[in-house]
């Protein structure tokens, strides 16, 4: 579910769950979170690799597990995430992000959690909340627009549309690009420049670029478990997995 290397000082995190194509199911949630717990705790790590498939870095949540639920299930679905979310962005320790393939809803936002986001040049990324009638979520509201600026991430998040790796780079999403099949070589090339660097002054910058997150989970929090029970919701899932346009009402 999660493969977890090592060399030196930098340590490879890679979702590998092929048959959902590395989508946030509750069972990849839970080893992404035990994982970022053992590196964190691992005095030895000075920079984490985070990175997918050939295909798919991470096409978001897994939707064959949404729809209507108790209000209680989805605020722990949530729970779940942000620890993961806090985990990230609160580490010690910097994050890059080599993506290959697909990176779409919640995979775009763990994306946006890293500090460096090296992209093959065959790399898709796409906001996707909106089409199965959810807000964004997985931190996005706080991290894009502070990589992007308000406007862009206002397109982004609103529009939904496909972005190419260099429209990306172009946006800011992307700090490089190479060529596809190489976002994994030039991350560990820029992980093993930043193991190199004093670590206090890394944990400290990543520590106050963090600052207002909390809030955003908050509110983040309480908007997707009430969405998770409209009708809209339910509409976009059903359209999902019928391969039609969805129609939403607004309820």
């Known amino acids: 579910m999660i493969e977890i290397s090592k060399d030196d000082a930098v340590v490879l995190l ?9 989508a946030l199911s509750m069972p990849l949630r839970l ?35 949404m729809g209507e639920q108790p209000k209680i299930a989805a605020l722990d679905r949530m729970r779940i995430l942000h620890e993961i979310v806090r985990l990230m962005a609160y580490s010690s320790k910097p994050f890059i992000a080599a993506v290959e393939g697909w990176a779409v809803g919640g995979g775009l ?3 946006m959690l ?13 906001a996707g909340f909106g089409e199965i009638g959810m807000a964004p979520d997985t931190g996005i509201l706080f991290t894009l627009p502070r990589r992007v600026g308000v406007g862009p991430a206002r397109q982004i998040l609103l529009y939904n549309e496909v972005m190419d790796c260099e429209q990306a ?16 070589d030039k991350a560990r090339t820029l992980a093993s420049k930043l193991a190199q660097k004093p670590p206090l002054p890394i944990a400290l910058t990543r ?16 908007i997707q478990a009430m969405l998770f029970s409209s009708t809209d919701h339910l509409e976009g899932r059903a359209a999902f997995f019928e391969k039609r346009p969805a129609t939403f009402k607004g309820n």
């Not at 890679?14 to 590395?22: A, F, S």
């Open 14 to 22: 890679r979702l590998n769950d092929p048959e959902r194509r590395n």
């Open 31 to 65: 080893a992404l979170l035990d994982a970022l717990r053992e590196v964190e705790a691992d005095t030895a790590v000075r920079a984490v690799i985070l990175a997918g498939g050939d295909k798919f870095f991470c096409p978001g949540g897994d939707v064959t597990a």
């Open 109 to 111: 936002s763990l994306a």
């Open 114 to 126: 890293c500090d460096t986001v090296v992209a093959g040049r065959g790399a898709r990324f796409k």
């Open 169 to 184: 780079h172009g946006l800011g999403i992307v700090d490089q690009i190479v060529d596809a099949g190489a976002a994994l």
């Open 207 to 222: 520590s106050v670029l963090a600052a207002g997150l909390d809030d955003v989970l908050l509110r983040e929090r309480e």
